[in-house]
């Protein structure tokens, strides 16, 4: 059984030039570029569908 998507996520969306900003309610993250824009991440990502929406607002095209 797959522990998650929480690592692979992190690399994607840090090679796009994002960082950790702070945690947000629970055990989500936020993110942030340069650019101002915000995206939520969490810590217990084991769904492919959500890990792929994240991606895709991160500007992402790679996919699970």
Same mark, same amino acid.
């Given at each position: 059984m797959? #522990? +998650? /998507?929480?690592? #692979?996520?992190?690399? %994607? $969306?840090?090679?796009? +030039?994002? /960082?950790? =900003? %702070? *945690?947000? =309610? +629970?055990?989500? #993250?936020?993110?942030? *570029?340069?650019?101002g &824009? $915000?995206?939520?991440?969490?810590? *217990?990502?084991?769904s &492919?569908?959500?890990? *792929? +929406? $994240?991606? =895709?607002?991160?500007?992402?095209? =790679?996919?699970?």
């Amino acid at each position: 059984m797959p #522990e +998650g /998507f929480y690592k #692979e996520v992190c690399k %994607e $969306i840090k090679a796009l +030039g994002f /960082f950790y =900003k %702070e *945690n947000a =309610k +629970g055990s989500h #993250e936020k993110w942030q *570029n340069d650019a101002g &824009r $915000i995206i939520l991440v969490p810590r *217990n990502l084991k769904s &492919r569908h959500t890990t *792929n +929406g $994240i991606l =895709k607002d991160a500007g992402c095209d =790679k996919r699970f």
